[in-house]
């Protein structure tokens, strides 16, 4: 027999298809609210790091990017550039900020602070919030739920880029 209650977010009775799901309410969302929600976050994103981050500023003057005239997920594909790791460098050579102009709170509100090793050039700095790290605690769980994870087995992770 099926719970009626609320299961990770979601309120009401679930569906047999959403007990596989780690959050029900995200994952089974209908595809229009889920393009309305993206689209909410990527303009709210947009703000947030062109006011917070020097980078990100300098970035979106200089392709032009009006970033509260992003209307659309396809504007925002069409109109705000991809930058690369060497663009982050050649910020941090510029500026002198070992965070390449990425960190946008104080310190006093950073969690975890990171450095990558440098093989490759200028070692690069990156921090998270505690907001940061619940966020990609989702991230993996939904992840793992997907991949057919439960509570109690044990996995080993290798992931390269993870700094935490």
Request: hydrophobic share 35%; aromatic share 14%; with cysteine.
């Amino acid at each position: 027999m099926l719970a009626v209650g609320v299961t990770r977010g979601f309120v009401g009775r679930p569906t047999k298809g959403m007990l596989n799901m780690w959050n029900p309410t995200m994952q089974a969302m209908p595809e229009r609210d889920l393009r309305r929600l993206q689209l909410e976050r990527v303009q709210f994103q947009l703000q947030y790091a062109y006011h917070s981050s020097p980078f990100y500023r300098r970035l979106y003057d200089r392709f032009h990017v009006k970033v509260d005239k992003i209307r659309s997920l396809e504007e925002f594909s069409e109109k705000v550039p991809i930058f690369r790791k060497e663009d982050l460098r050649q910020y941090q050579e510029e500026s002198g900020d070992p965070f390449s102009g990425l960190r946008c709170v104080p310190f006093d509100r950073l969690a975890h602070i990171w450095s990558s090793s440098g093989t490759t050039g200028l070692p690069t700095m990156g921090a998270y919030t505690l907001n940061d790290m619940r966020v990609a605690t989702e991230y993996l769980c939904r992840s793992y739920w997907s991949a057919g994870y439960r509570p109690g087995m044990m996995a080993l992770t290798l992931n390269i880029n993870w700094h935490w």
